[in-house]
């Protein structure tokens, strides 16, 4: 190793490339059948594990589904907080049919309460059957109804997401209320008594099984511990029924509230007996409309950031294991790379340099470019690789990081419109992102954008704010340009400079 300026430059001669033991990275969790080889473990599983927060929110890319995968993988384990671990899935759910199960006496945001109580308790009592008969437990004659009523309705006694709803509602309360001798609960027997031919809708009927379900959960729970995951929530969000699935997952919300108040621990150190946790995007949740919303955000959510440290740790976990692997397994053609001393972060140790432009690490350049999530990462990584030029011995350049931009800003681009153009109808974020390149200028200011969007200056600010909130803008502090990812609590400032994160700039041509 030598000094070049103030650039260390990477001699260790090595017998392999660098593609040999670092491969493409899948960029879904879902898809990385090795992710948990090299998962990195944060603070957030402690919150959901040990602590009173029970709603993970993130952008896309964040590592929600890392960390729903993690804790599935440890079900049942010391490392899971020993919770039987539910996970709920909700890709290719039957959501069309869970509409009809709602009650339209009351308003859109609570409207679907009632449903998702049944979906949840019916999971659970599910799962409680298959705990105490893989024990060899005795079942309650209630149990045992249940049991009936399950294999009746789903033709099998173990219940999962998308099965549950797919039954017709009327055939589901009817049989229910029926084997479960509990139309009094819900007036019905008085109501015929009386000669009242009033009808009981078939929502209230679902919630009164719902409730019973309920109560036999809480007296056959025992000693065990549940907690219920659900993750890919936001797949089916659309601009076209906007408002319907505000509702549902407003109605989601508000029943997870309520279940993990009713279980919540007693003590400091304790864990809840059932907890619920549901996995949102951040932007659709904060497009949702239900009572206490800024309350559950601070008292019970989860929010996934990332600093330059963290993400630095992520992406080197997933070096050293892969490391670790190939040179077991190869011991003639072992691998090294520099020590820890070579730059100013562990991952830049992959480069042939320590340093690029602007005298920052070839990692700090890619956080540079970045929304601060590991898909980015995960993705400019990947794009190095499909440039780097394959020598004996090499390691990734720093001509590479650079080559290697325009393909990484064309695919950030595709993700953020993935991400947010169902929340802006009519193509409008992409309509949004030609004025910036129209405006051609990475700095500009609400002027500029107003003479060439050509709209009022209420509707520019709009347009301006949304761009901003999602840090695809970002505005001046002290000396450094910061974004919303950095700081929540940055205030957009009109009568100052905007600047596009230079994740986009090689896309929109600044």
Same mark, same amino acid.
């Given at each position: 190793?030598?000094?070049?300026?103030k650039?260390?430059?990477?001699?260790?001669?090595?017998p392999?490339?660098?593609?040999?033991?670092?491969?493409?990275?899948?960029?879904?969790?879902?898809?990385?059948?090795?992710?948990?080889?090299?998962?990195?473990?944060?603070?957030?599983l402690?919150?959901?594990?040990?602590?009173?927060e029970?709603?993970?929110?993130?952008?896309?890319g964040?590592?929600?589904?890392?960390?729903?995968?993690?804790?599935?993988?440890?079900?049942?384990?010391?490392?899971?907080?020993?919770?039987?671990?539910?996970?709920?899935?909700?890709e290719?759910?039957?959501?069309?049919?869970?509409?009809?199960?709602?009650?339209?006496?009351?308003?859109?945001?609570t409207?679907?309460?009632?449903?998702?109580?049944?979906l949840?308790?019916?999971?659970?009592?599910?799962n409680?059957?298959?705990?105490?008969?893989?024990?060899?437990?005795?079942?309650?004659? #209630?149990?045992?109804?249940?049991?009936?009523?399950?294999?009746?309705?789903?033709?099998?006694?173990i219940i999962?997401?998308?099965?549950?709803?797919?039954?017709?509602?009327?055939?589901?309360?009817?049989?229910?209320?029926?084997?479960?001798?509990?139309?009094?609960?819900?007036g019905?027997?008085t109501?015929?008594?009386?000669g009242?031919?009033? #009808?009981?809708?078939?929502?209230?009927?679902?919630?009164?099984?719902?409730?019973?379900?309920? #109560?036999l959960?809480?007296? #056959?729970?025992?000693?065990?511990?549940?907690?219920?995951?659900?993750?890919?929530?936001?797949?089916?969000w659309?601009?076209?029924?906007?408002?319907t699935?505000?509702?549902?997952?407003?109605?989601?919300?508000?029943?997870?509230?309520?279940?993990?108040?009713?279980?919540?621990?007693?003590?400091?150190?304790?864990?809840?007996?059932?907890?619920?946790c549901?996995?949102?995007?951040?932007?659709?949740?904060?497009?949702?409309?239900?009572?206490d919303?800024?309350?559950?955000?601070?008292?019970?959510?989860?929010?996934?950031?990332?600093?330059?440290?963290?993400?630095?740790?992520?992406?080197?976990?997933?070096?050293?294991?892969?490391?670790?692997?190939?040179n077991?397994?190869?011991p003639a053609?072992?691998?090294?790379?520099?020590?820890?001393?070579?730059?100013?972060?562990?991952s830049?140790?992959?480069?042939?340099?320590?340093?690029?432009?602007?005298?920052?690490?070839?990692?700090?350049?890619?956080?540079?470019?970045?929304?601060?999530?590991?898909?980015?990462?995960?993705?400019?990584?990947?794009?190095?690789?499909?440039?780097?030029k394959?020598?004996?011995?090499s390691?990734y350049?720093?001509s590479?990081?650079?080559?290697a931009?325009?393909?990484?800003?064309?695919?950030?681009?595709?993700?953020?419109?993935?991400?947010?153009?169902?929340?802006?109808?009519?193509?409008?974020?992409?309509?949004?992102?030609?004025?910036?390149?129209?405006?051609?200028?990475?700095?500009?200011?609400?002027?500029?954008?107003?003479?060439?969007?050509?709209?009022?200056?209420?509707?520019?600010k709009?347009?301006i704010?949304?761009?901003?909130?999602?840090?695809?803008?970002?505005?001046r502090?002290?000396?450094?340009?910061?974004?919303?990812?950095?700081?929540?609590?940055?205030?957009?400032?009109?009568?100052?400079?905007?600047?596009?994160?230079?994740?986009?700039?090689?896309?929109?041509?600044?």
């Amino acid at each position: 190793m030598y000094l070049l300026g103030k650039v260390k430059t990477n001699n260790i001669d090595n017998p392999v490339d660098i593609t040999k033991w670092l491969p493409k990275f899948s960029i879904a969790a879902e898809s990385d059948n090795n992710l948990m080889d090299y998962f990195l473990k944060t603070n957030y599983l402690n919150s959901i594990l040990y602590e009173k927060e029970w709603l993970v929110i993130g952008r896309k890319g964040s590592g929600k589904t890392a960390i729903f995968k993690y804790l599935v993988s440890q079900n049942k384990k010391k490392a899971a907080n020993y919770y039987s671990v539910i996970p709920l899935t909700f890709e290719s759910y039957p959501w069309k049919i869970h509409k009809k199960y709602i009650d339209n006496k009351l308003p859109n945001k609570t409207a679907y309460k009632k449903s998702w109580k049944y979906l949840l308790y019916t999971v659970l009592l599910s799962n409680i059957i298959q705990q105490k008969v893989s024990r060899h437990e005795t079942l309650s004659n #209630e149990l045992k109804k249940v049991r009936k009523f399950f294999n009746c309705v789903y033709s099998n006694s173990i219940i999962g997401t998308k099965n549950v709803m797919l039954r017709n509602i009327e055939s589901i309360s009817s049989l229910g209320i029926s084997l479960f001798g509990i139309g009094a609960s819900i007036g019905m027997d008085t109501k015929s008594q009386e000669g009242i031919n009033e #009808e009981v809708d078939d929502i209230d009927k679902i919630d009164a099984i719902s409730s019973f379900f309920e #109560e036999l959960v809480n007296q #056959e729970i025992g000693k065990d511990k549940y907690l219920i995951l659900l993750d890919k929530l936001d797949e089916v969000w659309s601009t076209s029924e906007r408002d319907t699935y505000r509702g549902l997952l407003s109605g989601l919300i508000a029943e997870c509230s309520e279940i993990n108040n009713s279980h919540v621990s007693k003590g400091v150190g304790d864990s809840n007996s059932i907890k619920v946790c549901p996995f949102l995007r951040t932007e659709i949740y904060e497009d949702l409309d239900f009572n206490d919303k800024n309350k559950t955000r601070e008292d019970s959510s989860i929010e996934i950031k990332w600093s330059a440290d963290t993400l630095d740790a992520m992406f080197f976990s997933r070096v050293q294991a892969l490391l670790r692997e190939w040179n077991k397994n190869n011991p003639a053609q072992k691998f090294e790379i520099q020590g820890d001393s070579f730059a100013s972060d562990s991952s830049s140790r992959i480069f042939n340099q320590s340093s690029v432009r602007h005298q920052i690490s070839p990692f700090k350049h890619i956080l540079r470019m970045s929304f601060y999530r590991p898909r980015d990462v995960i993705i400019y990584m990947n794009k190095i690789r499909k440039v780097h030029k394959k020598e004996e011995g090499s390691l990734y350049t720093s001509s590479e990081l650079r080559t290697a931009e325009q393909s990484y800003s064309n695919s950030i681009y595709n993700e953020l419109s993935d991400e947010f153009e169902a929340l802006e109808s009519d193509k409008r974020f992409e309509e949004l992102l030609t004025v910036l390149s129209k405006i051609h200028r990475q700095t500009f200011s609400l002027s500029d954008f107003k003479n060439v969007y050509k709209r009022d200056d209420q509707e520019c600010k709009k347009r301006i704010e949304f761009l901003f909130n999602i840090s695809i803008l970002g505005q001046r502090i002290g000396r450094n340009w910061s974004y919303r990812f950095d700081g929540p609590g940055l205030i957009i400032d009109f009568s100052k400079p905007f600047y596009v994160n230079p994740a986009l700039k090689n896309y929109l041509h600044l």
